[in-house]
T-cell receptor, first 114, second 114 residues
Framework: QKEVEQNSGPLSVPEGAIASLNCTYS??????FFWYRQYSGKSPELIMS????GDKEDGRFTAQLNKASQYVSLLIRDSQPSDSATYLC??????????????FGSGTKLNVKP | GAVVSQHPSRVICKSGTSVKIECRSL??????MFWYRQFPKQSLMLMAT?????????EQGVEKDKFLINHASLTLSTLTVTSAHPEDSSFYIC??????????FGPGTRLTVT
């Protein structure tokens, strides 16, 4: 079982719709959760971090964390063609020996159609 | 804030030669730096983790004698690919964290070995 699982997609949504990206993780001790956006041929860019259960909003982006279900999601409201990219979920145990151990999902490719 | 640079952005070298890639944190001190490799249409693969002044910790299957990592200061880490071969052609990306929870990526270096 992979530490972080994501549906590879592609997820296609029309412009203006809400895109919902999901991620599950295996280690219940995980403390920190991140969403990165990666455009083709470019390096990942941090767009959201979340550390406690619930929702965290930043502009058009909302990250949702449910530690009981070991589930983290990213909602993109009013999706734009420029949001078309691969979204990577990352998880960090954030303590002790594992402070520097990040696990990345394989990414979900999002296509926003004009 | 949290800007990480890499140099060079692209490099082409001949088989058997060595290539050095630099990773710098421009506006923060990076207690930890990471080196990743990404092949086309594949996910990020962590190669090694380095802390300033310490030996790098390599992931299983990564040859430490082939991929030399030096983290000589809190703002600079280097990756040297020794005796490069065509199969080493890839997108190499560094990232850094400042002791906080988040990890910031450099723009990447595309290596082509002919």
């Amino acid at each position: 079982q992979k530490e972080v699982e994501q549906n590879s997609g592609p997820l296609s949504v029309p412009e203006g719709a809400i895109a919902s990206l999901n991620c599950t993780y295996s280690d219940r001790g995980s403390q920190s959760f991140f969403w990165y956006r990666q455009y083709s041929g470019k390096s990942p860019e941090l767009i959201m971090s979340i550390y406690s259960n619930g929702d965290k909003e930043d502009g058009r982006f909302t990250a949702q964390l449910n530690k009981a279900s070991q589930y983290v999601s990213l909602l993109i409201r009013d999706s734009q063609p420029s949001d078309s990219a691969t979204y990577l979920c990352a998880v960090n145990l954030s303590r002790g020996y594992n402070f520097n151990k990040f696990y990345f999902g394989s990414g979900t490719k999002l296509n926003v159609k004009p | 804030g949290a800007v990480v640079s890499q140099h060079p952005s692209r490099v082409i070298c001949k088989s058997g030669t060595s290539v050095k890639i630099e990773c710098r944190s421009l506006d923060f001190q990076a207690t930890t730096m990471f080196w990743y490799r990404q092949f086309p249409k594949q996910s990020l693969m962590l190669m090694a983790t380095s802390n300033e002044g310490s030996k790098a910790t390599y992931e299983q299957g990564v040859e430490k004698d082939k991929f030399l990592i030096n983290h000589a200061s809190l703002t600079l880490s280097t990756l040297t690919v020794t005796s490069a071969h065509p199969e080493d052609s890839s997108f190499y990306i560094c990232s850094a964290r400042d002791g906080g929870h988040e990890q910031y990526f450099g723009p990447g270096t595309r290596l082509t070995v002919t």
